[in-house]
């Protein structure tokens, strides 16, 4: 009687891990990526000249205790 019942559990749990496998494979949306997306050089862009960038807080506000420690 209990090999019976192991049996039905080991059944029982090798189906819902197919179905979880079948499950995953078939849910994957993403495509693998091709080889030209993984050969190609990153864009340049010109960082020579933009915004100039100032603190986003007054001298006595915002910057804390520890900020000289950053």
């Given amino acids: ?15 819902i891990g197919t179905g979880a496998m079948i499950w995953v494979r078939m849910g994957s949306p993403m495509p693998p990526l091709s080889d030209k997306a993984a050969s190609e050089a990153p864009k340049q862009f010109d960082t020579t000249s ?21």
Avoid: K
Wanted: aromatic letters at 12%; proline letters at 3%.
């Fill in 1 to 15: 009687m209990s090999r019976f019942i192991i049996m039905i559990i080991l059944v029982i749990i090798v189906t």
């Fill in 50 to 70: 933009g915004q100039h960038m100032r603190p986003r807080w007054s001298q006595g506000e915002g910057a804390g205790y520890d900020a000289g420690y950053n």
